[in-house]
């Protein structure tokens, strides 16, 4: 059974910082593209970032560029989301996704194979 299991997530004040965490199960890692995407109340899932199969290319959106880094361990089959200078914006569940596709484009749901079930991130002001 294919499993990705996010963890810490929170409550931070602004300016804050986070580190989530991806477990996979039932898959290699270093076989997908893997990414995070976020969701907030009342909005569509928009994607986040990506890493490459091999960790050495990364892609964000603008909105986190420099605050947000994605980073992997394929030796422990993990997934990371560093999230530095938070804001009320970003607060959302975020889901950690994996693909068997490869992309220089954002990835759209769609493409995603696996999901997490979401960790939830509240930024107060």
């Known amino acids: 059974q294919v499993q990705l299991d996010e963890s810490g997530g929170g409550l931070v004040q602004a300016g804050g910082s986070l580190r989530l965490s991806c477990a996979a199960s039932?898959?290699?890692?270093?076989?997908?593209?893997m990414a995070w995407f976020r969701q907030a109340p009342g909005k569509e899932r928009e994607f986040v970032a990506t890493?490459?199969?091999?960790?050495?290319?990364?892609y964000y959106i603008d909105s986190v560029k420099g605050r947000f880094t994605i980073s992997r361990d394929n030796t422990k089959n993990t997934v990371f989301l560093q999230m530095n200078g938070l804001k009320p914006e970003d607060m959302a569940v975020y889901y950690c996704?994996?693909?068997?596709?490869?992309?220089?484009?954002?990835?759209?749901?769609?493409?995603?194979?696996?999901w997490g079930k979401g960790t939830l991130v509240t930024v107060s002001s």
């Open positions: 996704a994996a693909s068997s596709l490869v992309t220089r484009q954002r990835f759209s749901v769609g493409a995603m194979d696996y």
């Open positions: 039932g898959l290699t890692t270093s076989n997908y593209s």
């Open positions: 890493v490459s199969r091999s960790g050495v290319y990364t």
